[in-house]
C-alpha cells in the first residue's frame, strides 16, 4: 500500500513538468526545509564570536557607569546573556544596534560567544532605536539625549514635532532637552558627569557669560547647592543694581579693576567712595580657588 502512494506520488511529480520539479527536489525532506527558509521572515536568534562584533560610534551613549556595568557582569557570569543583541551585518563584522552595555558586560565577563539577532536598517533607522532603547531603559545624561534629538532634526531633517512622536514625548520636552546645548562646554561636561543634574542645568541656562555660567557651575557642585537655593541664586543675580553716583576719576578704578582681574584669574571688584576710600572685593567659587588666591598673593608679597 505504501508502494502505491509513492508510486503515485512519483507520477504526479513527472506529470507537473520539468520546470517545477527542477524547483523543488523529489526528496520531501529536502523540499521541506526549503519551503521553511522561504517562509521565515523573522530573523531568528543566533550566536556570535563576541570578537567579531562592534558597538555603533554614532550610537548616542557615550558614557557607561562602571559599577553597574560590573553588577552586569556578575549576572551574566551566573545566568548568561538573557536578551539578545540587535546587529547588522558590516563586510567583515557585527554592528550593535541595540545591546552595546550587555555586550560590553559580556566581554568582562569573559564570555566568548553572545546571542544575537541580525536585521537590516538605514542609519536614522539605527538611530532611532539606538535612541529609544536608550531612553526607554534611562541610559543617557541629559546631554547626550540632547544630543541624539539635535542629530536626528540636523541629519535626517526631522521636526521637532516628528521626534517627539517617536520617542514618545512631548514637543516641549524634546524643546526643554535641546536647550541645555546652549550651556557652556564645561558645564555640559559637568552634566555628563554627574556633577550638576539636569534641574541644575536648567536653572542657569539663562547666564549669557559663559564664564560666569561655568563659575556658577562649580559654585553649584563645590557648596552641593540643591536647585531651590540655585534658583534664589539665580534671582539674586538677576536684581538690578544700585545705581550708585560714579566719582570723576572711576575710570581710573575700572581699570584697576580689570588689571586685577586678570592678574588673579578672577572677578574683583572695587568699591570707592567719595573720599578715595573703600574696599576691594575678590570673588571665589571653591576652597581650591581660594588657595590657589591666597598663594598667589603669598608669591606677590
Given at each position: 500500500m505504501a508502494q502505491s502512494k509513492k508510486s503515485t506520488s512519483k507520477g504526479l511529480g513527472k506529470g507537473l513538468g520539468r520546470g517545477l520539479s527542477a524547483l523543488i527536489p523529489e526528496n520531501d525532506e529536502k523540499s521541506e526545509v526549503i519551503v521553511k527558509e522561504v517562509v521565515v521572515k523573522e530573523p531568528a536568534e543566533i550566536k556570535v564570536r563576541i570578537s567579531q562584533i562592534e558597538p555603533n560610534k554614532e550610537q548616542p551613549r557615550k558614557m557607561f557607569d562602571e559599577d553597574s556595568l560590573i553588577e552586569l557582569s556578575d549576572s551574566i557570569k551566573q545566568y548568561g546573556v538573557l536578551q539578545p543583541l540587535l546587529v547588522q551585518k558590516k563586510d567583515e563584522y557585527y554592528e550593535i544596534i541595540a545591546g552595546e552595555r550587555r555586550w560590553r558586560a559580556a566581554k568582562l565577563a569573559g564570555i566568548k560567544e553572545i546571542p544575537v539577532v541580525i536585521k537590516d536598517y538605514s542609519d536614522?533607522?539605527?538611530?532611532?532605536?539606538a535612541l529609544i532603547e536608550n531612553i526607554q531603559r534611562?541610559?543617557?545624561?541629559?546631554?547626550?539625549?540632547?544630543?541624539?534629538?539635535?542629530?536626528?532634526i540636523k541629519d535626517y531633517k526631522l521636526k521637532q514635532d516628528e521626534v517627539a512622536e517617536k520617542v514618545s514625548k512631548s514637543r516641549a520636552a524634546i524643546t526643554n532637552s535641546l536647550r541645555l546645548l546652549k550651556l557652556d562646554k564645561?558645564?555640559?561636561?559637568?552634566?555628563?558627569?554627574?556633577?550638576?543634574?539636569?534641574?541644575?542645568?536648567?536653572?542657569?541656562i539663562s547666564i549669557d557669560d559663559k564664564d560666569k555660567q561655568f563659575m556658577i557651575a562649580q559654585k553649584i557642585f563645590d557648596e552641593n547647592l540643591s536647585v531651590r537655593e540655585v534658583e534664589k541664586l539665580m534671582r539674586e543675580l538677576e536684581k538690578p543694581s544700585k545705581v550708585l553716583k560714579k566719582p570723576e576719576n572711576d575710570f581710573v578704578y575700572r581699570d584697576f579693576e580689570e588689571k586685577m582681574s586678570k592678574l588673579l584669574a578672577t572677578h574683583v571688584t572695587i568699591k570707592n567712595r567719595d573720599n578715595n576710600k573703600g574696599k576691594i572685593e575678590i570673588n571665589y567659587y571653591s576652597q581650591e580657588e581660594l588657595e590657589r588666591i591666597y598663594d598667589l598673593l603669598k608669591k606677590l608679597n
Open positions: 536614522q533607522e539605527i538611530m532611532e532605536i534611562e541610559d543617557l545624561n541629559p546631554i547626550e539625549e540632547a544630543q541624539a534629538y539635535q542629530r536626528l564645561r558645564v555640559q561636561e559637568m552634566v555628563m558627569e554627574g556633577k550638576l543634574s539636569n534641574g541644575h542645568a536648567r536653572t542657569i
